[in-house]
């Protein structure tokens, strides 16, 4: 990695939002890229970081070290993190491949979960598989806690 500055992300570390951040960092061998600032959530945010964020106290935020500018929501960072390290690859390369892990991805947002049932017609996340698989169960991408099982 180019020796430069490293963005920072002002996180609380217990936020499954935040959380994301630094699995994916951790996936990729990464997880020193960036620099992470706790939040201490018990106090009011210092005027710096609050006028940083917009007058908003949503967590995390990304700092981006090259021009100041604050990115936010955490699926947002995940994909700016993933674009600016792309190696090894976490979510898929090929387009048409990514657009059915966002849709999987948007079927855990409450409002488009009627989607999820066409997503699964659409792809299976236990085979790989692009094509209708009617062998797995996607439960997870629906939002049930339970793992996926085989129906066959």
Do not use: W, Y
Not at 14 to 28: A, G, H, N, W, Y
Not at 100 to 128: L, N, W
């Amino acid at each position: 990695m180019a020796s430069h500055a490293k963005d920072t992300v002002h996180h609380i570390p217990v936020c499954p939002f935040s959380q994301r951040l630094e699995i994916l960092l951790e996936l990729k061998g990464l997880h020193e890229a960036v620099e992470f600032k706790t939040v201490d959530i018990t106090v009011p945010r210092p005027p710096v970081l609050q006028a940083k964020m917009g007058n908003t106290t949503s967590l995390p935020v990304l700092e981006r070290a090259d021009d100041g500018s604050i990115v936010k929501e955490s699926l947002v960072i995940l994909d700016l993190l993933e674009d600016r390290f792309p190696d090894p690859a976490v979510r898929q390369v090929d387009p048409a491949r990514r657009a059915i892990e966002h849709e999987f991805i948007k079927s855990a947002d409450g409002f488009t979960r009627a989607g999820c049932v066409r997503a699964a017609r659409c792809a299976c996340v236990m085979c790989d598989s692009v094509q209708p698989c009617t062998r797995h169960v996607t439960a997870r991408a629906c939002g049930s806690s339970t793992k996926p099982s085989l129906t066959s």
